[in-house]
């Protein structure tokens, strides 16, 4: 943002003169043009005028360049210890049911968090992908942009298959716990039961607890049959085919309220994208903290084009003089 200002705005006082100046030559009227050392060859009462007003210009040029004028460019700083937040989001197989319209889950989720992030502006988020086996894809950070480009390029299927809550919930934790946050969040969002990976979901809840690490859960999904569509190989033409299957997508709620009261977090259901948003909602007000900012601003002198336009304006009258204004009959 630009902030424009003086240094020495004191100077500006000087400016009180030039009127006076102006009115003190009035009166003096146009005897006073005689101190002009433009000689007078071809009558021009204008170049008679010129000197004078160039010099009143160059003065007012002169003093506006002593006041220093400046252009500022302005960051803000935060003062306050924020939140730390690492996203842990389920990308099994399961996450492309489609009882979540327009499309499927995981990708009214990917909206969702995008919404979450642009809300979080002044604390560092990161994001941890899982199935069955887990991956960060961003640490901790406040580049809201680049969230939102590895958010929109989460896919279905890209980590092997299952649902490894245990190994999501470390790993995320892991991205915690150098924080110097005052407060540190793990928002996790699956639908599924923990049936991969190498730590069970008690042992990394009982890591999150001893950092300080809060755990908020978020089951997604309806109950019964819901479409899933999966990747298999067609038997006739040898190709894989995305093909709908009806599947009974079971949500471990017990297990993701255990997780969430031991750490001191909130368990929640989500059964629809509207649903999925009010959660977010309300986890962004439960972990929202007052951030104080400082403001820092670089300014740039501004005063040369000023000085050389005065300089040039002192110069006026004596070109002036050069040119020979004789008219001839």
């Known amino acids: 943002?630009?902030?424009?200002?003086?240094?020495?705005?004191?100077?500006?006082?000087?400016?009180?003169?030039?009127?006076?100046?102006?009115?003190?030559?009035?009166?003096?009227?146009?005897?006073?043009?005689?101190?002009?050392?433009?000689?007078?060859?071809?009558?021009?009462?204008?170049?008679?005028?010129?000197?004078?007003?160039?010099?009143?210009?160059?003065?007012?040029?002169?003093?506006?360049?002593?006041?220093?004028?400046?252009?500022?460019?302005?960051?803000?700083?935060?003062?306050?210890?924020?939140?730390?937040?690492?996203?842990?989001?389920?990308?099994?197989g399961s996450m492309g049911a489609e009882d979540f319209q327009p499309k499927n889950r995981l990708e009214v989720a990917k909206r969702v968090v995008n919404d979450f992030i642009d809300q979080r502006r002044v604390d560092r988020l990161g994001l941890t992908v899982f199935s069955g086996a887990a991956m960060t894809r961003s640490p901790l950070t406040t580049d809201r942009q680049m969230l939102h480009f590895l958010v929109d390029a989460v896919e279905l299927n890209t980590l092997p298959d299952g649902t490894a809550i245990g190994l999501a919930l470390a790993n995320a934790t892991a991205r915690l716990k150098d924080s110097q946050a005052k407060s540190?969040?793990?928002?996790?969002?699956?639908?599924?039961?923990?049936?991969?990976?190498?730590?069970?979901?008690?042992?990394?809840?009982?890591?999150?607890?001893?950092?300080?690490?809060?755990?908020?859960?978020?089951?997604?999904?309806?109950?019964?049959?819901?479409p899933v569509p999966l990747p298999m190989q067609n038997p006739r033409t040898g190709r894989r085919e995305i093909q709908r299957v009806l599947m009974n997508v079971e949500v471990d709620e017990e297990l993701l309220r255990q997780i969430a009261d031991r750490t001191?977090?909130?368990?929640?259901?989500?059964?629809?994208?509207?649903?999925?948003?009010?959660?977010?909602?309300?986890?962004?007000?439960?972990?929202?903290?007052?951030?104080?900012?400082k403001t820092f601003v670089r300014y740039e002198e501004t005063f040369q084009p000023l000085a050389w336009a005065a300089l040039a304006l002192l110069l006026l009258p004596l070109l002036m003089g050069c040119v020979d204004w004789t008219v001839e009959p």
């Open 264 to 293: 001191g977090g909130r368990f929640f259901k989500a059964t629809d994208e509207s649903a999925l948003r009010r959660i977010f909602e309300e986890i962004d007000e439960l972990e929202r903290t007052p951030i104080a900012t």
């Open 184 to 226: 540190k969040v793990i928002v996790l969002v699956t639908d599924g039961v923990n049936n991969a990976g190498a730590v069970d979901p008690a042992s990394a809840s009982a890591i999150a607890e001893g950092l300080g690490v809060k755990v908020y859960t978020v089951g997604v999904g309806t109950a019964g049959r819901v």
């Open 1 to 92: 943002m630009d902030l424009p200002r003086f240094h020495d705005p004191l100077w500006l006082w000087a400016l009180v003169g030039v009127p006076l100046l102006v009115a003190w030559r009035a009166r003096r009227g146009s005897a006073a043009l005689a101190i002009s050392r433009v000689p007078d060859r071809a009558g021009g009462v204008w170049r008679l005028h010129l000197p004078f007003a160039s010099r009143c210009l160059a003065f007012t040029l002169v003093i506006v360049a002593l006041a220093r004028p400046q252009l500022g460019y302005s960051w803000e700083e935060n003062l306050t210890e924020g939140i730390d937040i690492q996203i842990a989001l389920d990308i099994s």
